[in-house]
C-alpha cells in the first residue's frame, strides 16, 4: 500500500529493479543469439507488466478508492471529489483521475524494463541501479518531508484544518485502516520479492555448480 507518490516511481523501480537482477543472464542471452535476446526480452517485460497490473496498480487503486486523501498525501482534494454517486453532472469526468493514474503507473513499469534492458546491454548497469534507487529514496524523502501527512489518516478539508485533531486519526489507531495497509503492502510487495528471487535464481544458473 503506497501513495500516489510513490506508485509511479515504485512501477518504474520495480521494472529497473529486473532488468539490473538479471543482467548476467541478458548479457548471455546476447551472446547466444537475437532470438535468444528478444524472447528473454519479452519474459522480463511480461514480469514488470504483470507485476504492476495485477499487484501494484490494483493495490494503489483500492488505497486511492478507501483512503484517497492519504494515498494523495493531502496534496489536492481531487480524489475526494470524485465519488459523488449523487452529483450524475459530473459523469463519468470524475472517474478520469482514477483511470489516468492506472495508466501511469502502467507505463511507468514499462519504461523501467525497456529502460534498465538498454542500459545493461550498454553497459551501463551500475548507473541503472543508481538511477532507481536515487528515485526510490527522493521519493521517500519527499514523502516524509510532508509529516505528520504519512501517518494521519483523514479526508482533505479536514487535515489541512487540524491534522491531529479528530476524525483525523494516526494509521495505527485506525485500526481498519492500519489492518488494510498490512494486507495491501504484503500484495504489493511480496510478488517484487518473489519476483526478484526468481531472477536472481536464474543468474545462480548460470555459474558453475550454481
Not at 519474459?43 to 483512503?67: D, E, H, K, Q
Not at 494515498?71 to 478520469?96: C, K, M, R, V
Not at 514499462?110 to 541501479?129: I, P, Q, T, Y
Request: some cysteine; proline content about 6%.
Amino acid at each position: 500500500m503506497a501513495v500516489v507518490l510513490t506508485d509511479i516511481q515504485i512501477a518504474f523501480a520495480a521494472g529497473a529493479l529486473f532488468a539490473d537482477a538479471g543482467a548476467p543472464v541478458i548479457e548471455a542471452a546476447r551472446r547466444e543469439s537475437e532470438a535468444a535476446l528478444a524472447k528473454l526480452y519479452s519474459s522480463y517485460m511480461l514480469r514488470s507488466l504483470v507485476y504492476v497490473g495485477v499487484f501494484l496498480g490494483p493495490v494503489a487503486t483500492i488505497s486511492l478508492l478507501a483512503y484517497p486523501a492519504w494515498e494523495t498525501q493531502y496534496l489536492s482534494g481531487i480524489f475526494d471529489n470524485t465519488i459523488a454517486y449523487n452529483d450524475t453532472a459530473h459523469f463519468p469526468i470524475n472517474a478520469y483521475p482514477y483511470g489516468i493514474f492506472l495508466g501511469v503507473v502502467f507505463i511507468a513499469g514499462w519504461f523501467g524494463n525497456w529502460l534498465g534492458f538498454k542500459w545493461v546491454l550498454n553497459g551501463a548497469r551500475k548507473k541503472l541501479r543508481v538511477l532507481y534507487l536515487v528515485i526510490v529514496a527522493i521519493t521517500f524523502a519527499i514523502v516524509w518531508l510532508r509529516y505528520p501527512a504519512p501517518i494521519q489518516v483523514c479526508d482533505y478539508e479536514h487535515f489541512k484544518a487540524a491534522p491531529y485533531v479528530l476524525p483525523c486519526r494516526n494509521y495505527i489507531a485506525n485500526k481498519p485502516f492500519f489492518y488494510n495497509f498490512i494486507i495491501l503492502l504484503l500484495l504489493a510487495g511480496l510478488p517484487l520479492l518473489i519476483g526478484f528471487i526468481q531472477v536472481r535464481m536464474s543468474v545462480k544458473k548460470l555459474k558453475p555448480g550454481g
